[in-house]
Protein backbone atom coordinates (compact mmCIF):
# COMPACT_ATOMS: atom_id res chain seq x y z
CA UNK A 1 0.00 0.00 0.00
CA UNK A 2 1.10 3.68 -0.92
CA UNK A 3 1.87 5.87 2.13
CA UNK A 4 3.53 9.17 3.32
CA UNK A 5 6.33 8.43 4.91
CA UNK A 6 9.03 10.71 7.14
CA UNK A 7 12.21 11.20 4.98
CA UNK A 8 14.18 13.78 7.09
CA UNK A 9 14.18 17.14 8.18
CA UNK A 10 14.24 19.81 5.29
CA UNK A 11 16.82 21.42 6.65
CA UNK A 12 18.87 18.23 6.22
CA UNK A 13 19.03 18.66 2.46
CA UNK A 14 18.81 22.03 1.52
CA UNK A 15 23.16 21.87 0.82
CA UNK A 16 23.64 19.01 -0.57
CA UNK A 17 21.67 15.74 -1.98
CA UNK A 18 21.48 13.19 0.73
CA UNK A 19 20.75 9.28 0.39
CA UNK A 20 18.09 8.08 2.90
CA UNK A 21 17.72 4.50 4.11
CA UNK A 22 14.01 3.20 4.32
CA UNK A 23 13.93 0.80 7.09
CA UNK A 24 10.21 0.01 6.41
CA UNK A 25 10.84 -0.92 3.08
CA UNK A 26 14.32 -1.99 2.82
CA UNK A 27 15.15 0.65 -0.13
CA UNK A 28 17.59 3.54 -0.24
CA UNK A 29 15.79 7.09 -1.80
CA UNK A 30 18.15 10.26 -2.68
CA UNK A 31 16.62 13.64 -1.51
CA UNK A 32 17.38 16.53 -3.79
CA UNK A 33 16.20 20.61 -3.48
CA UNK A 34 16.89 22.20 -6.43
CA UNK A 35 15.68 25.59 -7.35
CA UNK A 36 13.04 25.76 -4.83
CA UNK A 37 11.57 22.05 -4.97
CA UNK A 38 11.98 19.03 -3.05
CA UNK A 39 12.71 15.52 -5.19
CA UNK A 40 12.34 12.12 -3.74
CA UNK A 41 13.84 8.83 -6.36
CA UNK A 42 15.01 5.72 -6.60
CA UNK A 43 18.53 6.06 -5.61
CA UNK A 44 19.89 3.31 -7.32
CA UNK A 45 21.18 3.21 -11.07
CA UNK A 46 19.22 0.74 -13.40
CA UNK A 47 21.89 0.18 -15.58
CA UNK A 48 24.25 -1.02 -13.00
CA UNK A 49 21.65 -1.43 -9.99
CA UNK A 50 24.43 1.21 -7.80
CA UNK A 51 23.08 3.01 -5.04
CA UNK A 52 25.07 6.26 -6.35
CA UNK A 53 22.59 8.54 -8.17
CA UNK A 54 22.43 10.74 -4.82
CA UNK A 55 25.86 11.70 -6.01
CA UNK A 56 25.14 12.16 -9.42
CA UNK A 57 25.02 16.21 -10.79
CA UNK A 58 21.67 18.06 -11.60
CA UNK A 59 21.66 20.01 -15.03
CA UNK A 60 17.84 21.40 -16.58
CA UNK A 61 15.71 18.98 -14.32
CA UNK A 62 17.57 15.75 -15.04
CA UNK A 63 19.90 13.82 -12.43
CA UNK A 64 23.00 12.61 -14.26
CA UNK A 65 24.23 8.92 -12.79
CA UNK A 66 28.31 9.90 -12.18
CA UNK A 67 28.87 6.26 -13.26
CA UNK A 68 27.96 6.54 -16.68
CA UNK A 69 25.41 9.62 -17.48
CA UNK A 70 22.45 7.92 -17.85
CA UNK A 71 19.49 10.91 -17.35
CA UNK A 72 16.87 10.94 -15.09
CA UNK A 73 13.84 13.16 -14.63
CA UNK A 74 13.61 14.75 -11.22
CA UNK A 75 9.46 14.77 -11.53
CA UNK A 76 9.12 11.49 -13.34
CA UNK A 77 11.76 9.52 -13.19
CA UNK A 78 11.66 8.93 -17.35
CA UNK A 79 14.80 8.93 -19.34
CA UNK A 80 15.08 11.82 -22.08
CA UNK A 81 14.07 9.41 -24.45
CA UNK A 82 11.32 8.60 -23.04
CA UNK A 83 12.00 5.43 -21.42
CA UNK A 84 11.11 4.22 -17.93
CA UNK A 85 14.29 4.99 -15.50
CA UNK A 86 13.39 4.87 -11.86
CA UNK A 87 10.64 5.80 -9.43
CA UNK A 88 10.10 9.35 -8.42
CA UNK A 89 8.09 10.13 -5.52
CA UNK A 90 4.99 12.61 -4.35
CA UNK A 91 6.37 14.54 -1.90
CA UNK A 92 4.53 16.93 0.84
CA UNK A 93 5.82 19.26 3.49
CA UNK A 94 4.55 19.37 7.01
CA UNK A 95 5.87 20.82 9.88
CA UNK A 96 9.31 21.14 8.67
CA UNK A 97 9.71 17.39 7.43
CA UNK A 98 9.87 16.08 4.45
CA UNK A 99 7.36 13.04 3.75
CA UNK A 100 7.45 10.90 0.55
CA UNK A 101 4.84 8.43 -0.84
CA UNK A 102 6.67 5.97 -1.31
CA UNK A 103 5.81 3.01 -2.96
CA UNK A 104 6.85 -0.34 -2.16
CA UNK A 105 9.24 -2.65 -4.55
CA UNK A 106 7.37 -5.98 -5.00
CA UNK A 107 9.47 -8.60 -6.47
CA UNK A 108 7.89 -12.26 -8.38
CA UNK A 109 10.95 -14.26 -7.87
Request: proline letters at 4%.
Amino acid sequence: MEKFIKICQITEIKDKPNKIYIDEFDMEVAVFYVNGNYYVVDNVCPHQHRSILCDGFIDEGFVYCPAHSWEFDLKTGKRKNGNKGINSYEVMIKDGFLYAKIIPKKFNW
